[in-house]
């Protein structure tokens, strides 16, 4: 979560307003429908696959919920992580600096969006 939180405040630097999934408290809302909408109304779908993260029920459906939707998507992948995706994706290091891989994103934000001047919101998931 330390370096979810270093990379939304990178991405807030260069205007890009990053939502993380569970600091939006919607009380009686169920949370499949919350995640949907969200992932609907988000410009990008960025989700970071960590060693704990793909043992999450939560982090497959999403993705599969913004694959099936069509919704452009950045997957991170940690280094020496086993996942098996048929999209490309941006390997990192958690030891890296969050200003590198902020960079990374950014310049995939722009290959993905390029005549798009501001982006959001920008949808995280972390569980």
Excluded: C
Excluded at 26 to 31: A, H
Excluded at 71 to 85: A, C, D, R
């Amino acid at each position: 979560m330390h370096l979810i939180r270093q990379l939304a405040q990178q991405l807030d630097n260069y205007g890009i307003e990053p939502i993380i999934a569970e600091d939006i408290q919607e009380p009686g809302v169920r949370l499949m429908e919350k995640f949907q909408e969200k992932i609907r109304t988000a410009t990008i779908f960025l989700v970071i696959f960590t060693g704990q993260s793909v043992r999450s029920k939560w982090v497959i459906e999403e993705t599969n919920y913004a694959l099936q939707i069509g919704k452009p998507i950045i997957p991170l992948k940690e280094e020496n992580l086993k996942i098996s995706l048929d999209i490309e994706w941006i390997e990192f290091s958690r030891y890296e600096k969050p200003e590198i891989l902020t960079s990374r994103i950014i310049s995939a934000i722009e290959s993905r969006l390029k005549n798009i001047l501001q982006i959001a919101p920008f949808w995280f998931l972390h569980h």
